[in-house]
T-cell receptor
Framework: AQKVTQAQTEISVVEKEDVTLDCVYE???????LFWYKQPPSGELVFLIR??????QNEISGRYSWNFQKSTSSFNFTITASQVVDSAVYFC?????????????FGSGTRLQVQP | EPEVTQTPSHQVTQMGQEVILRCVPI?????FYWYRQILGQKVEFLVS????????KSEIFDDQFSVERPDGSNFTLKIRSTKLEDSAMYFC????????????FGPGTRLTVL
């Protein structure tokens, strides 16, 4: 069973539109961490945010915001007023930590295209 | 800002050859990782390394793979006898000791097996 599901394979928006990238996860651990990484066309993986399972506070960083809801096992990512530079593949990832494991399980990614 | 570096950026090899991919983790990090990404697919965990030994490995990390920290700065992934299906981007990552940790990734090495 997939532990991290990103159902949106590709999203295309026009600049200045808001866009939400969905992430649904599955785990039996009580302690776990959720992450978002950005992979621009150049290929590197850029860390965006980490959330732990005990902190359901939403977070905002500039145009980026994250909504973590344990009740629906979701950790969604919203970009407000999207820009062309936001075009990338975005990966959600899970780390299950009850036994001290650190391996990240990635979703299959969502490719975001922001058109000018 | 400190970063993870990887060399080479692109490696082309013949099937059956051995390759060594190199990484320099962030200097105060103690956990090291290798992940791979087959073109167009998701990123997959291979192995984590702490205190000079493997702490976790995935099913992908079979006997043809090995990791080593040969000195105080480098962290290597060796693939003993490459197969066509080993063609992928290989990412090194590092993180601090204490949980919660964040893994910071290097730019990747693209391995092409012909």
């Amino acid at each position: 069973a997939q532990k991290v599901t990103q159902a949106q394979t590709e999203i295309s928006v026009v600049e200045k539109e808001d866009v939400t990238l969905d992430c649904v996860y599955e785990t039996r651990d009580t302690t776990y961490y959720l992450f978002w990484y950005k992979q621009p066309p150049s290929g590197e993986l850029v860390f965006l945010i980490r959330r732990n399972s005990f902190d359901e506070q939403n977070e905002i960083s500039g145009r980026y915001s994250w909504n973590f809801q344990k009740s629906t096992s979701s950790f969604n990512f919203t970009i407000t007023a999207s820009q062309v530079v936001d075009s990338a593949v975005y990966f959600c990832a899970l780390s299950e930590a009850d036994t001290g494991r650190r391996a990240l399980t990635f979703g299959s990614g969502t490719r975001l295209q922001v058109q000018p | 800002e400190p970063e993870v570096t990887q060399t080479p950026s692109h490696q082309v090899t013949q099937m059956g050859q051995e390759v060594i991919l190199r990484c320099v983790p962030i200097s105060n990090h103690l956990y090291f990782y290798w992940y791979r990404q087959i073109l167009g697919q998701k990123v997959e965990f291979l192995v984590s390394f702490y205190n000079n030994e493997i702490s976790e490995k995935s099913e992908i990390f079979d006997d043809q793979f090995s990791v080593e920290r040969p000195d105080g700065s480098n962290f290597t992934l060796k693939i003993r006898s490459t197969k066509l299906e080993d063609s992928a981007m290989y990412f090194c990552a590092s993180s601090e000791l204490h949980l919660p940790d964040t893994q910071y990734f290097g730019p990747g090495t693209r391995l092409t097996v012909l």
